[in-house]
């Protein structure tokens, strides 16, 4: 490796280190963006070790930290890079960038909390749905047992449970419509209309 070689290997990295910088990127979060290892960026900012930069690495430093790929090799002064309105312009998409990162943190937190929510409430008509089938069941074979229309309150106990049949019913149906109950459920719809 020439002398030359090793100086652009310098100006290179120590160019990709000032745009880092200018950003406001720690070194995990710029590798991390730049799809790199961190050790990996610490030996091009510090040319160390180093026989081969790879061109995309440049072209996603050049995009990420909006400086030009002529910087980065040390073809252009740096007073356009250090000018404030272009600091400005850059630590102002970092921080919107930094922003929707945060917004989107918060959304996926809620998203997550309201799928707990659904997940319990589906359970929980599930089991009140098996439970409303059973209590069914054992009022039929009750019934079938026992003068049933004799029984003080028998025939209101009865209007009651078909009441609660039929609601159920209607709640398996609205949620085989949405999904949100599996095909097998059809069966209990079935099983009590007949």
């Given at each position: 490796m020439s002398k030359d070689d090793i100086e652009l290997f310098k100006v290179v990295g120590a160019r990709m280190k000032e745009g880092r910088e200018l950003c406001g990127y720690t070194l995990s979060k710029a590798s991390k963006l730049l799809s790199i290892e961190r050790n990996f960026l610490v030996k091009i900012e510090s040319a160390q070790n180093l026989w081969v930069v790879p061109l995309t690495v440049i072209y996603k430093?050049?995009?990420?930290y909006d400086i030009s790929t002529d910087f980065i090799f040390g073809f252009s002064g740096d007073d356009w890079e250090f000018d404030p309105v272009v600091q400005n312009q850059r630590q102002f998409g970092v921080l919107i960038h930094e922003w929707h990162v945060n917004e989107l943190a918060k959304i996926k937190v809620k998203v997550e909390k309201q799928q707990r929510q659904l997940d319990v409430l589906n359970e929980s008509a599930q089991m009140l749905i098996t439970a409303i089938s059973e209590l069914s069941e054992a009022v039929n074979v009750f019934k079938k047992l026992n003068d049933f229309d004799d029984l003080k309150a028998g025939s209101k106990l009865a209007y009651r449970m078909n009441?609660?049949?039929?609601?159920s019913n209607f709640a398996i149906r609205l949620m085989l419509r949405s999904k949100v109950l599996p095909k097998e459920y059809l069966s209990k719809i079935i099983g009590e209309e007949k």
């Open positions: 430093a050049s995009s990420l009441k609660a049949v039929e609601a």
